[in-house]
């Protein structure tokens, strides 16, 4: 019953939410244990920048771009081939098209 | 199902939960005491004692939880919470000791390998919550880093299965199935051996990134970002991340126990003992601590003294070239293995 | 439940009469018109859902329009509705309500709201027509109606020099596609002097010109799902609709997916185990074309969409790769037919086909919701909004995670079905999907930190949450996301399983026309 | 070989279409491209229609003989009427495409690219 079965393998979300819902009861006493408050309206609250100035929020804020740099400089290669596919021009898309007809028609008719 | 078995299974489940999640974060706590420990004995120091992870947890349970005032207060607290249980919620699926999973029929090894991905989406996600540049440089690099390390896994974890179905298994990803049919014995001839031993060195590779330890730890670097994203966490929030880390540990290290070595000590007929017996039990139990120990020996702490830290676009490319080749190579070997020893007319 | 046979037809009328009704209701009242147009389109639901409950209990039902009788030279077109039918009709249907409802509050501030509830119902008897209709001439005509409808309400912004351009590709695409399907069309009557689906299947032969119709029904109809490399118009026009649009485009592209399958499936399902050329059989040739494009759908669809930073487009190329999950499921499904794994893979691929509507329509609505505060879909420019649109946030957050197939949403039964049975085929099917499923979730954590995370930027101050209208329709579809991963089993055996029994037993619906004698 | 004539005829018409559509840049020479196609297309469907010398399908007061085969005209139709449909929209769009980008040279009109 509400389980998925693959032949491979099998999946019960209703045990995992029961089993998350018993952890998450026991967790959460857990760390009801610990210390609640804390000072607000003091300099606790501010971020740490290892002791420099707070940066207007706007800078403070990384830019979407920029976020996986990491990623993207690694993959750089693959990144440039991706970018010189996606032209925008409306004749490539037409001819993406009459390619992939070639190569469908070379193998399943030739 | 009826009534009664229905109630007798839930019960079966709230009961063993409670019994895994405490089993799961003593021994997390003790294991990482035990790292400290040999680490610090291989850089010629002292170290802490061994319950230091206890009294790290109590001291951080007196502390103030701060909450900054760039981070959106719900999320922030929210996640360090769920991520512990996540990792709790997958030792109800994996053999420990002697005795089978709790809900063997509930979930497969792709649902661990999912669950494996909670924790370190519950730091990267209250990492950008708290917004501190710290924070989300760390957790940026996290995020890159678990693409990177998701590649070998995947790999090591769809071979295995491809094995055990091509040797006539059924539900190939049931932790049980993988347990009860120990790969090493699948093998046909030297090449399939070669190919699993590759495996299991690309797996042991992967643990330390998995787990955010040396020379994959760029996502919390001290030295350059802070602590990265668990800078502007503080008193119980950050005990929940230590804790996660622990029971992460000895998740992972019993995924290994469980995919390579998942042999019992009192199935050896040299002992004589019955199945099922206490004495079995017992020593299952023990001999199951000693291979997680081992494995966190090899595959956290010798890597984590020797190597430096590398760094965040060194981690992709290890993971995502040689390690991906180098996992490719253990695969094509399984592949051709049975072939190769039909050629040879070896079988 | 049994329906009288003409809830087939009225399926499609009731959209197309409320299409040319709306204009007129305009005129009364804006606020009626908007409450005629939900009422024709949740009766159409209804309607639907009524077809439905018969056609799973009772099997293939068919419709006749114009000649009864077979004597006569047949002027007439067949409707014939099985559980694949349904089951797509069922997720337009879903899509197209809650996307009118949005609209609601969405399109206040436009002018030409007729026009745009006008094309809208167009659109859904477009959509429903391509579904449910047993004739391959019909299937064209509504191709097309679909994609004029699609196109004008793409460009509906037309003070956008975007959107126009969105539109115009769209068109030429579509266009072009549609009439090589035309195309094969005249070729597969100019052979066998019939275009009935079923009546057609039946005498099929496999000659040299059934292999170019089939190769050119499958080229078009797949540029018109958005397989890569033939994708590039979906971020376009996917990205610059409005979001209420783009939702429904959802729909619309999957109804073209819905004929690459009834063509491999059905059309050719006589000649699939024949041997074609290098020894190899058809279906074995096919899938595996099917499973390559695929599977370059996923990879280029992530990749791509790791470096959007126009929300929009970032969803639009997730939804391509999506689509490449899709394609895997249900070409392993035609490579390896009449295995055990073949069926799991079929039935993961066709239950990914409503994840993926459900999941990606709620980020869309998200986007939407997004603009609609703040007048922006550049991730760079936005931050912090968590802290004023609590509701959208765990929207947005039970969208991307079930996207990202994560357990327990629904994503992820559907994907568990696509892993464990694609790995069968090849071990790097399934390596490929599982490490592009995490990059999906990397793309969407990337979103939930630019547009939600982050300080209280002081350009956002005062943004408010968006009208109840926006949140009711994000939260119905939220609520079937949350169903259908709570219950997979459930939805799997009554709805996708005979979705994939009607695809591969063909043969029950060649026999209730040809020997039926209908 | 004279009667493949109009096949080979709807084979050039469709390949130069899609010569357009690929080579030239005028976004109206595309819109003719599409034409070019839709005329091929249309063509092949008239020409399966075609019997030898015959006469109109109309039923009522028919002189008797071979009729030409009606559903291929009535398919016809329809593509065509769905044909102007298509130009008449494509035409207003790249009139709109004018108005915002100054220029009706494909290479030009790509705002949306990556």
Redesign the interface.
């Known amino acids: 019953m509400f389980t998925v079965e693959t032949g491979s393998g099998f999946w019960n979300p209703i045990i995992w939410v029961i089993a998350i819902v018993v952890t998450f009861l026991l967790i959460y006493i857990l760390r009801s244990l610990g210390k609640k408050g804390y000072k607000k309206d003091t300099e606790q609250v501010k971020s740490f920048l290892s002791g420099n100035p707070e940066y207007p929020k706007e800078k403070m804020h990384i830019k979407a771009s920029n976020l996986y740099w990491g990623f993207t400089t690694s993959l750089k290669g693959l990144y440039t081939l991706l970018r010189k596919m996606h032209t925008g021009n409306t004749s490539d898309y037409v001819l993406w098209f009459v390619i992939i007809l070639a190569i469908f028609l070379l193998v399943e008719v030739i | 199902m009826d009534i009664l078995g229905l109630s007798e299974t839930v019960l079966r489940l709230i009961i063993g939960t409670i019994v895994v999640a405490l089993f799961g974060i003593i021994f997390g706590l003790l294991y990482k005491g035990v790292d400290r420990k040999i680490a610090a004995h291989m850089q010629g120091r002292i170290g802490p004692p061994i319950r230091q992870p206890f009294r790290d947890i109590r001291k951080l349970f007196t502390k103030e939880n701060v909450v900054p005032e760039n981070a959106i207060p719900w999320i922030f607290n929210l996640v360090p919470l769920l991520g512990l249980v996540a990792t709790i919620s997958i030792l109800i699926y994996l053999p420990i000791g002697g005795f089978s999973p709790i809900m063997s029929w509930g979930g497969d090894l792709i649902l661990i390998l999912y669950l494996l991905m909670f924790p370190s989406l519950a730091m990267i996600i209250g990492g950008f919550s708290s917004g501190s540049p710290y924070a989300i440089v760390g957790a940026q690099r996290e995020m890159a880093t678990m693409i990177a390390y998701e590649f070998p896994l995947a790999i090591i974890i769809i071979s295995l299965a491809w094995k055990l179905t091509q040797v006539g298994s059924v539900n190939v990803f049931a932790l049980s199935t993988i347990a009860g049919t120990p790969i090493w014995s699948n093998v046909t001839g030297p090449l399939g051996f070669i190919g699993f031993a590759i495996l299991l060195l690309a797996l042991v590779i992967v643990t330390p990134a998995e787990l955010s330890k040396i020379p994959f730890d760029s996502p919390e670097a001290e030295t350059e970002i802070a602590g990265g994203l668990l800078v502007e966490y503080s008193g119980r929030n950050l005990a929940m991340f230590y804790l996660t880390d622990g029971v992460k540990t000895v998740v992972m290290a019993s995924i290994i126990v469980v995919l390579f070595f998942p042999y019992n000590l009192s199935a050896l007929p040299l002992l004589g003992l019955e199945g099922g017996s206490y004495v079995a039990y017992a020593i299952d139990i023990l001999f199951y601590l000693l291979k997680v120990f081992l494995v966190i020996l090899f595959s956290v702490t010798l890597i984590r003294v020797a190597i430096a830290r590398l760094k965040i676009d060194q981690i992709v490319y290890t993971y995502w070239v040689p390690l991906t080749l180098f996992s490719l190579v253990g695969l094509i070997f399984i592949m051709w293995d049975g072939w190769i020893m039909n050629l040879l007319g070896l079988v | 439940m049994n329906v009288p046979d003409y809830t087939i037809a009225l399926v499609v009328a009731i959209p197309l009469l409320g299409a040319f009704l709306t204009p007129l209701v305009g005129r009364i009242n804006d606020k009626l018109r908007n409450i005629f147009v939900i009422l024709v389109l949740t009766l159409n639901a209804f309607l639907v859902f009524l077809l439905a409950s018969d056609v799973l209990t009772t099997g293939i039902k068919t419709y006749v329009f114009g000649a009864q009788d077979i004597s006569y030279p047949i002027v007439r077109i067949l409707f014939e509705v099985d559980a694949m039918s349904i089951f797509m009709a069922i997720i337009s249907s879903i899509l197209v309500t809650v996307a009118v409802i949005y609209s609601w509050s969405f399109m206040k501030e436009n002018t030409g709201l007729d026009k745009y509830y006008t094309l809208i119902l167009l659109l859904t008897a477009g959509m429903l027509g391509m579904v449910l209709t047993g004739d391959m001439f019909n299937f064209f005509v509504f191709l097309e109606i679909t994609s004029i409808a699609s196109c004008a309400l793409i460009a509906f912004w037309t003070h956008k020099g975007e959107s126009v351009e969105a539109g115009f590709k769209y068109i030429v695409i579509s266009a072009m596609g549609a009439l090589f399907v035309l195309f094969a069309i005249a070729l597969l009557y100019g052979q066998y002097n019939a275009l009935n689906i079923a009546l057609l299947s039946s005498v099929i032969q496999y000659t040299f010109l059934d292999k170019i119709a089939l190769v050119l029904l499958i080229v078009a109809l797949a540029m018109k799902a958005g397989i890569v490399p033939m994708h590039m118009w979906l971020p376009d026009s996917y990205g610059s609709a409005p979001s209420s649009i783009s939702i429904i485009l959802v729909s619309a592209t999957l109804a073209s997916l819905y004929g690459v399958f009834r063509v491999i499936f059905t059309l050719y399902g006589n000649v699939l185990s024949k041997i074609a050329n290098f020894g190899i059989p058809v279906n074995v040739l096919i899938g595996w074309l099917i499973v390559a494009l695929a599977v370059i759908s996923i990879l280029i669809g992530v990749f791509m969409a790791l470096i959007q930073s126009d929300f929009k487009r970032l969803i639009a190329y997730g939804a391509v790769a999506e689509l490449g999950y899709m394609f895997l499921g249900i070409g392993t499904g035609i490579v390896a037919l009449g295995t055990a794994y073949g069926k799991t893979a079929l039935d993961g691929g066709i239950f990914h086909v409503i994840n993926d509507a459900l999941d990606v329509g709620l980020l869309f609505l998200v986007a939407g919701a997004i603009y609609y505060a703040t007048k922006e879909t550049s991730l760079d420019k936005l931050g912090g909004l968590a802290r004023n649109m609590k509701y959208t946030t765990v929207f947005f957050i039970i969208g991307f995670l079930a996207v990202a197939g994560m357990p327990p949403l629904n994503g992820f039964a559907s994907k568990l079905l696509i892993y464990e049975s694609t790995f069968q085929l090849n071990p790097i099917l399934a390596i490929v999907a599982i490490l592009c499923s995490i990059l999906l979730l990397a793309v969407f954590v990337k979103v939930f930190y630019s547009a939600f995370m982050g300080p209280q930027l002081p350009k956002f101050k005062d943004v408010k949450e968006v009208p109840k209208s926006m949140l009711f329709s994000m939260g119905i579809i939220a609520c079937i996301i949350v169903i259908f991963g709570l219950f997979p089993e459930f939805i799997i055996n009554n709805l996708v399983e005979p979705a994939a029994n009607a695809l591969i037993g063909y043969s029950e619906y060649i026999s209730q026309v040809v020997v039926g004698g209908i | 070989m004279i009667f493949n004539i109009p096949y080979i005829a709807v084979a050039v018409l ?1 390949l130069l279409g ?1 010569y357009a ?5 005028n ?1 109206i020479k ?1 819109v003719i491209g ?1 034409t070019l ?2 005329s ?2 249309n063509l ?2 008239i020409t ?1 229609g075609y019997r030898k010398e015959s006469i109109a399908p109309i039923y009522t007061s028919s002189p008797g003989g071979v009729m030409a085969f ?3 005209q ?2 016809t139709l ?2 065509i009427v ?1 044909g102007v ?2 130009i008449a ?2 035409l207003s ?2 009139m ?2 004018y108005r ?2 100054g220029t009706l040279d ?2 030009k ?6």
Do not use: C, D, N, Q
């Open positions: 469709i899609l559509l690929i080579f030239k840049r976004l595309m599409i196609i839709e091929g297309v092949f469907l399966l009606p559903v291929p009535a398919l329809t593509s769905i449909a298509v929209l494509m769009l790249v709109h495409i915002h980008y494909v290479r009109v790509r705002r949306l690219k990556e």
